[in-house]
């Protein structure tokens, strides 16, 4: 595979913060590729890592040295403005507390990032919100305010919303660590759905159960990312 075929290509990233009690290494020289359909667990313990490393992916934050390639984007080379958009259509991202923003229902929620982006015109973006609300079991909620709905609800809007502008890559940071394990279970299968619909999906997990489904599992470890798997690619 040639480099601009990776989704995600990582080379030599480091992330250092300075803290009060001295730099700290939370990425260290960390090299990573993964293929298009790859589905990609991370594993490690609290602290190591792991939602700097996705951080990275994402664009939410920059590395300290090394290079981050993400869907055909240098991400260094990028200014807020233009990262902000390359975000938005080509990264969902779901996070442990769902982040749904309270004070709108869920529609308007899966909507945000349409509006952001514009992919859809206007009057189309009801309708698919609706459609990728009805993929999540969703559609009867609709027009409710996020915080009437069970954590499984929630995290499933997330999941809609993460979608909203059919990005090719989805990243979950401990999706299903605020979930029982049956809503967590009704989860996991909508991300082998996509997966199986051909998204790229990493998703950082602490689920030992979980991630024993998932191909590929990396462990980050102390800032270093320790790659034990195997894929179908
Ligand atoms: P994990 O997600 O594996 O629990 P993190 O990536 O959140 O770990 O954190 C890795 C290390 O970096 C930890 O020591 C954490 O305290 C530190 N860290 C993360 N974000 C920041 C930040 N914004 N400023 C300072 N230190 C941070
Ligand atoms: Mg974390």
Same mark, same amino acid.
């Given at each position: 595979?040639?480099?601009?075929?990776?989704?995600?290509d990582l080379k030599n990233v480091?992330?250092?913060?300075?803290?009060?009690?001295?730099?700290?290494?939370?990425l260290?020289s960390v090299n990573l590729q993964?293929?298009?359909?790859?589905?990609?667990?991370?594993?490690?313990?609290?602290?190591?890592?792991?939602?700097?490393?996705?951080?990275?992916?994402?664009?939410?934050? &920059?590395?300290?040295?090394g290079d981050?390639? !993400?869907?055909? =984007?240098?991400?260094?080379?990028?200014?807020? $403005? +233009? *990262?902000?958009?390359?975000?938005?259509?080509?990264?969902?991202?779901?996070?442990?507390?769902?982040?749904?923003?309270?004070?709108?229902?869920?529609?308007?929620?899966?909507?945000?990032?349409?509006?952001?982006?514009?992919?859809?015109?206007?009057?189309?973006?009801?309708? &698919?919100?609706?459609?990728?609300?009805?993929? !999540?079991?969703? =559609?009867?909620?609709?027009?409710?305010?996020? $915080? +009437? *709905?069970?954590?499984?609800?929630?995290?499933?809007?997330?999941?809609?919303?993460?979608?909203?502008?059919?990005?090719?890559?989805?990243?979950?940071?401990?999706?299903?660590?605020?979930?029982?394990?049956?809503?967590?279970?009704?989860?996991?299968?909508?991300?082998?759905?996509?997966?199986?619909?051909?998204?790229?999906?990493?998703?950082?997990?602490?689920?030992?159960?979980?991630?024993?489904?998932?191909?590929?599992?990396v462990?980050?470890?102390?800032?270093e990312l320790?790659d034990?798997?195997?894929?179908?690619?």
């Open positions: 595979m040639t480099n601009s075929e990776w989704v995600i480091d992330k250092t913060f300075v803290g009060p009690a001295g730099p700290i290494h939370a260290r993964v293929a298009p359909g790859e589905f990609v667990g991370v594993m490690g313990p609290s602290g190591s890592g792991k939602s700097t490393l996705l951080n990275m992916i994402t664009g939410i934050d &920059r590395p300290t040295n981050v390639r !993400v869907i055909g =984007a240098q991400l260094n080379d990028l200014s807020e $403005n +233009t *990262l902000a958009r390359w975000r938005g259509k080509n990264v969902g991202v779901i996070f442990q507390f769902f982040q749904l923003l309270p004070t709108l229902t869920i529609i308007e929620n899966v909507m945000l990032p349409m509006d952001f982006c514009r992919v859809w015109k206007p009057r189309e973006r009801p309708e &698919r919100a609706i459609h990728l609300l009805d993929q !999540v079991g969703l =559609a009867d909620q609709a027009h409710k305010l996020p $915080n +009437t *709905l069970s954590g499984g609800q929630q995290q499933r809007a997330a999941i809609a919303r993460a979608l909203a502008n059919d990005p090719p890559l989805v990243m979950g940071d401990e999706p299903t660590g605020n979930l029982d394990s049956k809503a967590a279970d009704k989860v996991f299968n909508l991300f082998e759905a996509l997966v199986n619909q051909g998204k790229t999906f990493m998703m950082v997990t602490h689920n030992v159960d979980l991630a024993s489904r998932v191909p590929r599992v462990d980050v470890l102390d800032g320790f034990n798997g195997t894929s179908k690619t």
